[in-house]
């Protein structure tokens, strides 16, 4: 059994930056790949990031892709997402979530966070 609880979000002016953070209980947090999905309001829950178990593949949308940055500390059985650059589309809950294997389909993935909001503001 995994516990994942996300921090970091927040109200944040266009362009700027924000890092969330997503503990988790349990031995076997290293065992687990994780990644981060975001629903905004009236959307489908949608993939942003993926790690690997190891740290040593990461996987982004292309929505994404150049300005956030997935990592994960397993001494610290934390998962991190630094955001840059962020614009106003980027406003959603955001959820961390461990699974088998680092992919964008939700389904494999086994443990959910309950999220944290983050909000853009233009």
């Known amino acids: 059994q995994v516990q994942l609880v996300e921090s970091g979000g927040g109200l944040v002016q266009a362009g700027g930056s924000l890092r969330l953070s997503c503990a988790a209980s349990g031995r076997t947090f290293r065992s687990y790949a994780m990644g981060w999905f975001r629903q905004a ?17 990461t996987y982004y949308s292309d929505s ?7 990592s994960r500390g ?15 589309e980027g406003t959603a809950v955001y959820y961390c979530a461990a699974g088998s294997i680092a992919t964008m389909t939700d389904e494999h993935y086994i443990y959910w966070g309950q999220g944290t909001q983050v909000t853009v503001s233009s």
């Open 74 to 88: 397993n001494a610290k059985n934390t998962v991190y997402l630094q955001m840059n650059s962020l614009k106003p």
């Open 64 to 70: 994404v892709k150049g300005r956030f940055t997935i």
């Open 41 to 57: 309001p009236g959307k489908e829950r949608e993939f942003v990031a993926a790690i690997s178990w190891s740290g040593g593949s």
